[in-house]
């Protein structure tokens, strides 16, 4: 378990090493000078752009500058807005951050306890009525753009009933559409996974075994499907937290959402690049450690991860 | 796939002079035989072939020009004439619609071109070659595969500049890993095959080998995995549009006219409806369709 963990951390530096350059590439790759990215079309003076140049150390070889600003970076000193100028990017990302993560968790849970459920009742009902229906939604919900289905319900809900808010927080009405949107996408998602993952296991011979030694359906269903069908689902859940946290980006901009996803976007709309590559590198670092987690929890439950 | 095929007519052959004449049947046929049973698939199938149509001769088809503006008719409700109504603009929406679908083909397939491209190619390498080629190789993949796409997508775009070839390009460089991936699974366990020690041992070069004895074998998975991305590659590409960094206005994109319907929502609501129902459908019926490849094609993964 030990050699497990070591080698799967040395992957995880390796991979924040290689976004982190890539990140880095990005800005140079881009046509024009770093210290322009970095001002975008704000106007500044001379000053302000002799202070980025060293900062950053733009007139020092590129790998120097990749480990100044590497090191900024995991200090959290992100630089300053400059849109809102003078404002600390880290500041900004505090400010988003709390609103972006509760969102995420309201709609997260409500898929979980929607989703999961329904999935093993589909798997365990197989064929039946409520198979076909939850996997008719399911299919049509993966198909569904979130970004659509949030302005059909701000049109229906908003508009025409008026019954909530169209947009922007503060109240608990805020919250409903946005997590109805994300709680949709990721539902269709999670129900497909658990049908698929608690069919496999149906079909296992300790399953028939537990069935053969006369334990009741609800004992066979709880004790032994669904401890080892939610084994795959757990782990897809950990390696798409970012994927789930990227739906946000769209879902934040239909609603006006003051959160981290419309703050990148309207970031990217400025040009505002310290601002993007901070949430960049964050995000990066979320995906490493994410699926770190994940394998390493994996692995805590699945001995048979860590002979291979 | 190439190989059964030859070892099934070489059986034909032989049956057919001792007289027990079997009806012959190519792979195709039998493929398209298993496919026939899934109806969703089919139903898909009908989708894609209407929206080809519509792609490849939109003009044969819409009723008006999709970029025309009658001022006059600005957010006009659907009539006869007009059965989705005019947009902000007073363009004709069924025309827009139906000239879209060009645009989701174009990015579907084009972005999908792309991406099967690099994903085999370094799939390939990495399965073929193995050792320290293949260790980097995937530690690229899984970096990839992890990394959020519509982030990656969103600051590419803006960084290149928004038109229809950054789009194409953008996602097709951007979602290859999956097909990397499966291709280099394959590719680990059809190289210890008997047919590849069969052709080495007759003098065939090492890309004789790669090309026409392990690819063609690994190919069934990666049509069943092209499909089934295609819808996502769909969403994709609205998604950016509809955030300002996809295909250009007036060019009439199902997404861009999502973004011109949010605009708009207060005075014109019915401008985002149709765009938004033609998108499910169109990915929809790329699942369906690849749902039904799977069990065809690749009946390992069928559940």
Redesign the interface.
């Known amino acids: 378990m030990f050699q497990y963990i070591v080698r799967r951390l040395l992957?995880g530096l390796?991979?924040i090493f290689?976004?982190t350059l890539a990140t880095f590439g990005?800005m140079h790759?881009?046509p024009g000078s770093p210290v322009d990215i970095m001002i975008g079309e704000a106007e500044v003076s001379q000053e302000v752009i002799d202070a980025i140049t060293k900062k950053w150390g733009l007139d020092r070889p590129w790998y120097e500058q990749y480990l100044v600003w590497l090191g900024n970076m995991l200090r959290g000193d992100f630089g300053q807005s400059m849109v809102r100028t003078g404002v600390p990017v880290s500041q900004m990302l505090l400010e988003a951050a709390p609103v972006t993560l509760k969102l995420n968790l309201y709609s997260f849970a409500i898929a979980v306890l929607i989703a999961i459920p329904a999935g093993v009742l589909a798997a365990v009902r197989r064929y039946s009525l409520f198979d076909y229906s939850s996997m008719v939604g399911a299919?049509?919900g993966?198909?569904?753009?979130n970004?659509?289905i949030g302005?059909?319900l701000?049109?229906i809900f908003a508009?025409k009933l008026r019954w909530l808010p169209?947009g922007g927080s503060g109240s608990w009405q805020h919250y409903i559409l946005p997590v109805a949107v994300l709680a949709t996408e990721q539902m269709a998602v999670l129900a497909r996974l658990t049908r698929?993952a608690t069919?496999?296991v149906l079909h296992q011979d300790f399953v028939t075994t537990a069935r053969a030694k006369g334990l009741a359906d609800v004992t066979v269903i709880f004790r032994h499907v669904v401890r080892n069908a939610l084994l795959p689902v757990i782990t897809i859940i950990g390696?798409r937290l970012?994927?789930i946290?990227?739906g946000t980006?769209?879902v934040e901009?239909?609603f006006a959402w003051p959160g981290l996803g419309r703050l990148?976007?309207l970031s990217?709309?400025r040009?505002d690049y310290q601002v993007?590559q901070a949430?960049?590198f964050l995000?990066?670092i979320l995906?490493?450690i994410g699926?770190l987690l994940t394998d390493l929890v994996y692995a805590y439950i699945d001995p048979r991860i860590r002979i291979q | 796939m190439a190989e059964v095929r030859r070892s099934a007519v070489a059986t034909e052959r032989i049956s057919g002079l001792t007289g027990f004449e079997r009806e012959r049947r190519s792979e195709f046929s039998r493929a398209w035989r298993r496919f026939k049973r899934y109806r969703p698939g089919l139903a898909g199938l009908a989708f894609i072939g209407v929206l080809v149509v519509f792609a490849l001769v939109p003009s044969l088809f819409a009723p008006y020009d999709p970029i025309a503006q009658d001022t006059a008719m600005r957010g006009a409700p659907p009539s006869w004439a007009h059965p989705f109504g005019f947009d902000h603009v007073g363009r004709d929406i069924l025309s827009r619609i139906i000239w879209g679908s060009r645009i989701a083909m174009l990015v579907g397939l084009g972005a999908t071109a792309i991406a099967v491209t690099i994903g085999v190619t370094i799939g390939a390498t990495a399965g073929f070659f193995g050792g320290w080629v293949d260790s980097i190789l995937s530690?690229?993949v899984?970096?990839l595969l992890?990394?959020?796409?519509?982030?990656l997508l969103?600051?590419?775009a803006?960084?290149i500049g928004p038109s229809l070839l950054t789009v194409i390009v953008v996602i097709g460089t951007t979602t290859w890993a999956s097909y990397a991936r499966v291709v280099r699974a394959d590719v680990l366990s059809l190289r210890e095959r008997e047919f590849v020690l069969a052709a080495r041992a007759s003098g065939a070069s090492q890309a004789r080998v790669i090309f026409r004895h392990i690819l063609p074998n690994a190919m069934g998975p990666v049509i069943v995995l092209a499909t089934l991305g295609i819808?996502g590659i769909i969403?994709l590409e609205?998604?950016l549009s509809?955030?300002?960094?996809g295909v250009q206005p007036p060019t009439p994109s199902w997404?861009a006219m999502?973004s011109d319907?949010?605009a708009f929502?207060?005075h014109y609501?019915q401008i985002?409806?149709a765009?938004?129902v033609m998108?499910?459908?169109t990915?929809?019926a790329f699942?369906?369709f690849g749902d039904g490849l799977r069990d065809a094609l690749d009946p390992r993964q069928r559940?």
Do not use: H, K
């Open positions: 992957q390796v991979v290689l976004v990005l790759l881009a299919t049509l993966v198909a569904l753009p970004f659509w302005l059909m701000i049109i508009q169209s698929g069919v496999e390696y970012a994927f946290l990227s980006i769209v901009t239909v990148f976007i990217i709309d040009l993007v949430i960049v995000l990066t995906v490493v699926n | 530690r690229f899984d970096t992890a990394f959020p796409t519509l982030v969103i600051v590419l803006a960084i819808g969403i609205s998604a509809f955030l300002g960094l997404g999502i319907g949010r929502i207060r609501p985002a409806i765009p938004g998108i499910t459908l990915v929809l699942n369906l559940e």
